[in-house]
């Protein structure tokens, strides 16, 4: 038996007005999605519980079988374990953004512009941190370059908790004066924030980006703090051979410190323009080379809802269910019997650009087990209507195991 999940990271969605009051799941064409949903279990999960932060990093872990109540430990440290970055018990992580602020005088009256400094390449992103790591690393703290903007900052023998610091996808748009890290531990953070301003707004690399009518990525922003992760194996827990496909090191993380194989896939970067082809092409792969299960992440619906762009939220998910969906779902009847789950890990409403943490639609489509669900469409309101309501997100993994 073959297990696959397409996890559309932040595909669910709120009634959107531009869309005549349906959201991005109603009005994309995904047949595949559609078709599978008709005959196969479809409800709502609860994959971020009452009082954890609806982040991908809780999200994922619970889709996953992890109740992150008991195995989370913060975001960094799981991308961190994805960069090879070797922890100990007692160092603390931070995703360390590459993001761009406007350009006032004063740190605390800039606007957060973009939390991606415009989806800034590897390779130029690694030339900063590697100079912010130059300019402001020392045998306490350390700079590591990751992708795109995504990057990772080590303290050593840190406070593991250091205070409060803001997701920057949370804040663009807004001025930087009301998110000012605070708390005990935050002010030499807060201080290196500041600094990498003035070391990174005429760096050659920026100015070059300018010049070609690009963002700059002007500033560091920490935040995502934690301590090393200790996630059980997934086939001990589980009994499957597993892995993980994802363009992200969060959800690479994941897969490491489980236990289950993370490919990489040229050309996967996290956006609508990553390589989709390749993502079902490395799955199918590790299909043939023995794995039981295939975790397949896609984080382009979630940076679209980031950034509120309602029309590659809807190509984004259109794009899923013909390049992945569609060919996965074909390619798995040579297994014989087989099961696929589909799902967002959470909401990230257009209307906010940001998480959310109501619960998600959720499909389920055995091969050997044909259903009348009475849906036609898979989207939220299709999905609240079957009755089926699974409150607790660690557990929904257990129904797509069930024999």
């Known amino acids: 038996m073959k297990y696959a999940v397409v996890l559309c990271d932040g595909m ?6 531009l869309l005549g009051g349906k959201t991005p799941m109603s009005v994309a064409k995904k047949p595949n999605m559609n078709r599978l949903a008709s005959c196969g279990e479809v409800g709502l999960v609860k994959t971020v519980a009452d009082g954890l932060k609806p982040g991908s990093d809780v999200a994922n872990l619970s889709v996953m079988g992890y109740d992150p109540a008991v195995y989370y430990s913060g975001r960094s440290p799981l991308e961190a374990a994805s960069i090879g970055i070797d922890l ?39 030339i900063l941190i590697k100079y912010i790591d130059q300019k402001l690393g020392n045998d306490e703290f350390k700079f590591y370059p990751g992708v795109s903007y995504r990057h990772c900052l080590v303290w050593k023998n840190g406070n593991p908790k250091p205070g409060t610091l803001t997701p920057p996808h949370d804040i663009t748009g807004r001025c930087v004066h009301d998110y000012i890290p605070y708390g005990d531990a935050v002010e030499r953070l807060y201080s290196m924030m500041k600094d990498s301003y003035e070391l990174l707004k005429n760096h050659p690399v920026n100015l070059n980006r300018i010049k070609n009518g690009k ?32 363009a992200v090191d969060l959800l690479k993380g994941i897969g490491i410190c489980a236990g289950m194989r993370t490919p990489v896939v040229k050309g996967a970067t996290g956006y609508i323009d990553t390589n989709f082809t390749g993502k079902l092409e490395a799955a199918l792969s590790e299909f043939k080379n023995g794995c039981d299960f295939v975790y397949i992440h896609v984080e382009a619906p979630d940076e679209c809802g980031h950034r509120g762009e309602t029309e590659n939220k809807i190509k984004s998910i259109e794009l899923i269910d013909e390049l992945i969906l569609g060919p996965l779902d074909e390619a798995l009847k040579a297994y014989g019997e087989y099961a696929i789950m589909v799902l967002p890990d959470h909401p990230t409403p257009l209307s906010i650009r940001t998480h959310s943490s109501e619960a998600v639609p959720y499909l389920i489509y055995r091969s050997n087990v044909r259903n009348d669900s009475g849906v036609t469409v898979f989207d939220e309101k299709s999905a609240s209507e079957t009755g089926i309501y699974v409150e607790k997100g660690p557990t929904l993994i257990n129904r797509l195991f069930a024999e």
């Open 215 to 246: 963002r700059p990525a002007n500033s560091i922003w920490l935040w995502g703090e934690g301590q090393k992760p200790r996630l059980d194996s997934f086939y001990d827990k589980f009994g499957k051979k597993g892995a993980v496909i994802s």
């Open 88 to 126: 100990e018990n007692t160092d603390v992580t931070f995703r360390c953004n590459l993001v761009t602020l406007s350009d006032e005088e004063s740190y605390e009256d800039k606007t957060l512009v973009d939390y991606c400094a415009d989806d800034i390449s590897s390779e130029e992103a690694e």
């Open 12 to 17: 669910a969605d709120r009634p959107v007005e």
